[in-house]
């Protein structure tokens, strides 16, 4: 289920990019990028649409996702029905 980063508290939600920034680990090539900055570029992600809040029942978990890997998902579990 998507879950409009709008409805978020702001520190929440700033809370929870910072954590998927940190357990992300991408690498960003030569240059440094610093955490302050992957916080938002995640966060404007979030408001072009290019991310998503998805919310998984399963796992009780929130995530953040691309927009393609959600479409992604989102065939997979309609092939498995």
Do not use: C, W
Not at 15 to 32: A, C
Not at 47 to 68: C, F, Q, R, T
């Amino acid at each position: 289920m998507i879950i409009p980063y709008q409805q978020l508290d702001p520190t929440t939600l700033s809370n929870l990019i910072e954590h998927y920034v940190l357990r992300e680990g991408t690498d960003y090539g030569d240059s440094e990028v610093s955490i302050e900055r992957k916080v938002e570029q995640v966060h404007a992600q979030l408001k072009s649409g290019e991310a998503l809040l998805v919310y998984s029942e399963l796992h009780e978990s929130v995530n953040i996702v691309s927009k393609a890997q959600f479409q992604a998902m989102q065939a997979q579990e309609y092939n498995y029905e």
